[in-house]
């Protein structure tokens, strides 16, 4: 990490923060001005009005001069947003950060302190606070249990239980730090996720070619979350639901992909079935129809994520979560750092 210094201003890292905004105008004055705050400043910052509504549009004029706007006509999704943007930048690190997330004032001095213990991470994930439950974690990273099911871990937990630093399977994209040479060595996030689980898919990716995935616990933000889709939107179901099935589906190698398909299988019968209770039993049908019209399209994408595989089936399979209370109580799943990993 390189710093520059602008005489008694803070210390600038060579970060470029990305935001991606939909219907975001009641939290991104919060999410700026929180940047504006921290004591190491990135060199880089975007915001990218990802087609929102007419009456929702971010209005570029009133951002900082700081801030890089750049608009989109059409909604790109998360994906195709930060993907946009990852392509603008140029700075050794990409920090992805949602414009419901508030990060505290040391967020980047402690993630640039974090690069310094762990020279050989190129993915670390942040601490998630939940920003309107004060004594709640929203997130600690993301678990990849055996069912295929991904989840935020400690999210709506006590902050009692926030782990040290540890590896994760997975960090979550609200508030989490890439390095630039793996986020284009990977090809970015999947477009074709649009939304949800693409965080997992890319980070699954990075596993698979042998990188771990760091959460920080003193790097922190305070997170809303859902903010602009609502957690049992049928957006939000449509969406995690097919991106689920193919995260499976690409990424899951070798023999453990037979062993598991059958559970994976049965949870998702159950899931289909419980979703009734909240009215979407048809858009849980929809997206799983869709998915499995992708089916041919991700096998595709399978054989090359597969081909280039650098971790052994069993590596994969000791990283995912067993614990079935693990599942259910969404606890963390933290591991110590194994020495002599990328």
Same mark, same amino acid.
């Given at each position: 990490m390189t710093f520059s210094e602008t005489g008694s201003q803070p210390p600038v890292a060579d970060i470029a923060v990305l935001i991606v905004a939909y219907r975001s105008r009641a939290t991104l004055d919060q999410c700026i001005a929180a940047l504006a705050a921290q004591t190491v400043k990135p060199r880089q910052v975007f915001v990218l009005e990802n087609g929102s509504p007419p009456d929702e549009r971010?209005?570029? $004029? $009133?951002?900082?001069?700081?801030?890089?706007?750049?608009?989109?006509? +059409?909604?790109?999704g998360f994906a195709g947003g930060n993907n946009r943007l990852a392509k603008m930048a140029d700075c050794e690190w990409l920090a992805l950060l949602n414009p419901d997330a508030f990060a505290r004032p040391d967020w980047l001095e402690q993630f640039v302190a974090a690069t310094q213990r762990y020279p050989g991470i190129s993915v670390f994930g942040s601490t998630q606070y939940a920003a309107n439950y004060p004594g709640l974690l929203d997130g600690v990273g993301d678990v990849y249990h055996i069912t295929g099911l991904a989840y935020r871990a400690g999210y709506m937990r006590p902050v009692t239980l926030l782990p040290d630093d540890g590896e994760v399977f997975a960090v979550c994209g609200a508030a989490a730090f890439w390095r630039r040479s793996l986020f284009d060595k990977? *090809? *970015?996030?999947? +477009?074709?996720?649009?939304?949800?689980?693409?965080d997992v898919d890319l980070a699954y990716r990075a596993k698979l070619a042998g990188y771990q995935a760091m959460q920080l616990r003193d790097a922190a933000v305070d997170h809303l979350g859902y903010a602009s889709s609502g957690r049992r939107s049928e957006f939000a179901t449509y969406y995690g639901v097919r991106n689920r099935l193919w995260v499976f589906l690409k990424n899951t190698p070798g023999w453990l992909f037979w062993v598991l398909s059958p559970v994976h299988a049965g949870v998702t019968l159950l899931l289909w079935l419980s979703a009734a209770r909240f009215g979407q039993f048809t858009v849980f049908g929809r997206a799983l129809r869709d998915a499995l019209k992708g089916c041919d399209e991700m096998m595709v994408s399978r054989r090359d994520i597969q081909d280039k595989r650098v971790s052994g089936v069993w590596q994969i399979a000791r990283a995912m979560s067993w614990n079935p209370a693990r599942l259910l109580t969404r606890a963390p799943d933290i591991r110590p750092v194994a020495p002599g990993r990328t």
């Amino acid at each position: 990490m390189t710093f520059s210094e602008t005489g008694s201003q803070p210390p600038v890292a060579d970060i470029a923060v990305l935001i991606v905004a939909y219907r975001s105008r009641a939290t991104l004055d919060q999410c700026i001005a929180a940047l504006a705050a921290q004591t190491v400043k990135p060199r880089q910052v975007f915001v990218l009005e990802n087609g929102s509504p007419p009456d929702e549009r971010i209005d570029g $004029a $009133a951002l900082p001069d700081w801030v890089s706007f750049v608009e989109s006509e +059409e909604n790109l999704g998360f994906a195709g947003g930060n993907n946009r943007l990852a392509k603008m930048a140029d700075c050794e690190w990409l920090a992805l950060l949602n414009p419901d997330a508030f990060a505290r004032p040391d967020w980047l001095e402690q993630f640039v302190a974090a690069t310094q213990r762990y020279p050989g991470i190129s993915v670390f994930g942040s601490t998630q606070y939940a920003a309107n439950y004060p004594g709640l974690l929203d997130g600690v990273g993301d678990v990849y249990h055996i069912t295929g099911l991904a989840y935020r871990a400690g999210y709506m937990r006590p902050v009692t239980l926030l782990p040290d630093d540890g590896e994760v399977f997975a960090v979550c994209g609200a508030a989490a730090f890439w390095r630039r040479s793996l986020f284009d060595k990977l *090809g *970015g996030f999947d +477009e074709r996720f649009f939304c949800y689980n693409e965080d997992v898919d890319l980070a699954y990716r990075a596993k698979l070619a042998g990188y771990q995935a760091m959460q920080l616990r003193d790097a922190a933000v305070d997170h809303l979350g859902y903010a602009s889709s609502g957690r049992r939107s049928e957006f939000a179901t449509y969406y995690g639901v097919r991106n689920r099935l193919w995260v499976f589906l690409k990424n899951t190698p070798g023999w453990l992909f037979w062993v598991l398909s059958p559970v994976h299988a049965g949870v998702t019968l159950l899931l289909w079935l419980s979703a009734a209770r909240f009215g979407q039993f048809t858009v849980f049908g929809r997206a799983l129809r869709d998915a499995l019209k992708g089916c041919d399209e991700m096998m595709v994408s399978r054989r090359d994520i597969q081909d280039k595989r650098v971790s052994g089936v069993w590596q994969i399979a000791r990283a995912m979560s067993w614990n079935p209370a693990r599942l259910l109580t969404r606890a963390p799943d933290i591991r110590p750092v194994a020495p002599g990993r990328t």
